[in-house]
């Protein structure tokens, strides 16, 4: 018998995307599952509207807005089932989608965390952009997905259709382990959004677990429903996020190396932003790579670091992502990596 599943939708003033999208969850193809909506300090009506439509919802109520870490840390202590979907609010959802997943965890107890293929759902035979068909990660920390790298987004021609080993799975849809999820730690709650499924994915690969593709699994993404790509603060976050998830999860002379060199490459990035006049962009990584630093000086405590390192992460590209696509021109995965 497969197991029961929550499906957790972590919700801030989502009311819309709830009446749209949460019956198609709610259509979902499996034995036994549970939807739960956790309310992130919601200041529209969205608790009131699902007690009115949706009953067969369980509500979380949380009394503030504390980002995507906080809420996911505090919510899913309050499920009893051991797989748990993290899953958008802004997602319509195949009715097969949970089960091959599941049974990709019953096949090797190492499995960690399984990602679908994440579709665009304006445009359903391409891939979205949060995730795709599984995220990886290069030497400096880059991240980029098979079909997506940076705003090169492919077709879904069923050319990744493979399971396979990842480094990362998206936020946006993310089946995994709620023992294996507290045991690493949870969601760094400094990151608040962006950029902290990558450093749970790392943690816990580094103890000894997989994360996997499984694109038999399908959803689509209407993505940027909390803050659009070219926002600000998006930018700073995913900057600065990135820079602390370096330090904590590299060791030695490695991380200084790679530290260093992203300071450079950022900086190359915002002076060349700044030049096109968009000024905004430079701000963000600026004030990113100030309060890095004013992170790691004094506030390291508030972040949550690997426990063990028993294994190298799979999905970790050796090269530099930025020079093949900007440079060499190489604009999608299979042009970088060769399975």
């Known amino acids: ?25 709610l259509s979902t193809n499996y034995h036994a599952f549970t939807v739960y909506v956790a309310d992130n300090g919601s200041t529209d009506d969205s608790v009131n509207f699902l007690k009115e439509h949706f009953q067969e919802v369980k509500i979380i109520v949380m009394e503030k807005n504390s980002g995507f870490t906080g809420g996911y840390n505090e919510s899913l202590k309050s499920v009893d089932e051991e797989l748990v979907v993290l899953l ?10 949970i089960q091959p997943a599941v049974e990709l965890f019953m096949k090797d ?12 759902y304006q445009s359903r035979d391409q891939f979205e952009y949060a995730g795709a068909a599984g995220g990886w990660i290069d030497r400096y920390g880059y991240p980029f997905s098979r079909g ?15 399971e396979n080993e990842i480094f990362w799975a998206s936020g946006a849809a993310m089946i995994i382990r709620k023992k294996l999820f507290f045991d690493v730690g949870g969601f760094d709650p400094f990151f608040f959004a962006h950029q902290e499924e990558i450093d749970l994915c790392w943690r816990l690969q580094l103890a000894g677990y997989k994360i996997m593709s499984c694109p038999s699994s399908v959803v689509y993404h209407v993505g940027g429903g909390t803050l659009k790509k070219e926002n600000p603060q998006k930018t700073y976050l995913n900057f600065r996020n990135n820079l602390i998830m370096l330090f904590k999860n590299k060791t030695g002379l490695e991380k200084w190396h790679t ?7 950022d900086a190359i990035s915002a002076w060349k932003n700044l030049l096109r006049a968009n000024p ?19 506030e390291k405590k508030q972040s949550v670091f690997p426990l063990i390192r028993i294994q190298s992460p799979k999905g970790v590209y050796k090269g530099n992502i930025a020079w093949d696509y900007f440079v060499k021109g190489k604009k999608k995965f299979s042009e970088i990596i060769k399975n």
């Open 280 to 298: 905004s962009f430079f701000t963000a990584i600026a004030k990113a790579h100030v309060d890095f630093i004013k992170w790691m000086l004094f």
């Open 88 to 97: 958008n609010s802004d997602i319509e959802v195949d009715p097969n989608w």
């Open 148 to 162: 997506r790298i940076f705003d090169s987004i492919e077709k879904d021609h069923h050319q990744y259709d493979q």
């Open 259 to 265: 530290l260093k060199m992203r300071f450079l490459l």
């Open 1 to 25: 018998m497969l197991p029961k599943v929550a499906i957790v939708i972590l919700n801030w003033n989502g009311k819309h995307f709830l009446q749209q999208f949460l019956p198609s969850v």
């Open 109 to 120: 107890e190492k499995i960690a965390a399984v990602q679908p293929k994440i579709l665009d």
